[in-house]
């Protein structure tokens, strides 16, 4: 099974940036969890305060599919959801290499 990379690039209501990161702050404990979640960062966007990026890799399909269906995603859109102005978009990628990153199987 191939790994699976996801950046979401998330637009914020103006001036929640804060509200957003403290609520989405919940989500690590969540992802630390789950044993297919790789890596799930959040970035801040270095020109625009209400924009955020999250990068994700999952070990699998199925992994990223268990996160997105999970009861602790639920919870964490509906704390950090409000904040969200518009529709995310969602960049699917297949990691090829790169430093520390190990694609075996």
């Known amino acids: 099974m191939a790994k699976v990379s996801i950046v979401a ?4 209501r103006p001036g929640t940036r804060d509200e957003f990161v403290a609520a989405f702050s919940q989500m690590y404990p969540v992802v630390a969890e789950e044993e297919g979640t790789l ?11 209400d924009l955020v ?3 994700e890799m999952y070990a699998s399909d199925e992994a990223l599919a268990a996160h997105s269906g999970s009861d602790g995603m639920k919870a964490g859109l509906a704390a950090f959801g409000g904040f969200i102005a518009g529709r995310a978009e969602l960049i699917r990628m297949i990691p090829v290499g790169g430093k520390d ?4 199987e």
Do not use: F
């Open 101 to 104: 990153l190990d694609l075996s």
């Open 9 to 12: 690039k998330l637009p914020l």
């Open 39 to 49: 890596t799930y960062t959040l970035h801040l966007d270095a020109k625009d305060e």
């Open 53 to 55: 990026w999250v990068y």
